[in-house]
């Protein structure tokens, strides 16, 4: 399935959207240039699956988890930029057969780790990664409202293996 976000406050509604369709032992594997919209997605994932604390980038922590406020299954953020392959993300130790685990920066890195997930690749506008890179160094305290430009995204949503064969969810 292929869709056109058009703004920062849509993509946040889209991770609200994808939320309620999973389920303890779903992985999704968010792939996208700086500033894409990754961490604006979970933070929409989030909130629709009413999880506790605020869902920001896991950059300096590789991972967070969110317990539910409800008595659904934790969300565990990562963020995989730093992490060498498959090992390194297994040494981890998330448990992902009780989560819903959003590994950002990880397409390639599920070796023997799962058998089902589902990949979104975000694409922004050519040269909008650019610019805010520049406007981060600029404002280096706000790095999640500055990256956050109200640009259109092209999302692509990729399922892999049993989970999603027959759901239907995301055919065109």
Sequence with gaps: MRTVIPDAAEMHEFGRSVAALLRAGDLI????????GKTTFTRGL???????????SPTFVLARTHPSTVG?????????????GALELDDLDID???????????????DGLADSWLDIEIER?????Q????????????????????????????????RWADS???SE
């Design 29 to 36: 594997v968010l792939t996208g240039p700086l500033g894409a």
């Design 46 to 56: 989030g909130e629709g699956l009413q999880v506790r604390g605020a869902v920001t």
């Design 72 to 84: 659904g299954p934790p969300l565990v953020h990562v963020d995989a930029y730093r992490l060498g």
């Design 96 to 110: 992902f057969a009780r989560s819903i685990v959003v590994v950002e920066w990880g397409r390639g890195m599920l």
């Design 125 to 129: 506008p050519v040269g909008a990664s």
């Design 131 to 162: 610019a805010a890179a520049s406007a981060v160094a600029l404002h280096p305290d706000h790095p999640d409202e500055v990256l956050d430009l109200d640009e259109p995204r092209t999302v692509t949503l990729t399922p892999h293996g049993l």
């Design 168 to 170: 239907g969810e995301f």
